[in-house]
């Protein structure tokens, strides 16, 4: 189905030299989004790591998103939070 490309320190490729010499397959970047209170972001993290999908340093450190002029803002509300992770896969 997928292969997942994850470069190492000196950016080279982690795929097995036959993954890489596969003429059709191209790398192309792929970027989630987490939009929730920071509770929901951190369990869907650790569901994702847990299944083998992306380790939670890969993910970016939550960020505070600005209410929108929809959202009403009130006090006692919880904050909503983004965090974003990039990966790159290799589509066939």
Do not use: C
Request: no cysteine.
């Amino acid at each position: 189905m997928f292969e997942y490309l994850e470069p190492d320190a000196s950016g080279a490729s982690n795929l097995p030299p036959s993954s890489r010499s596969t003429p059709q397959a191209r790398p192309e970047r792929l970027r989630h989004m987490l939009y929730g209170s920071l509770a929901a972001i951190d369990r869907t993290i650790k569901i994702l790591h847990a299944l083998g999908y992306a380790d939670p340093n890969d993910w970016s450190d939550p960020i505070p998103v600005p209410p929108t002029s929809t959202e009403s803002g009130h006090p006692g509300e919880s904050q909503t939070w983004m965090a974003i992770l990039t990966k790159t896969v290799f589509i066939e």
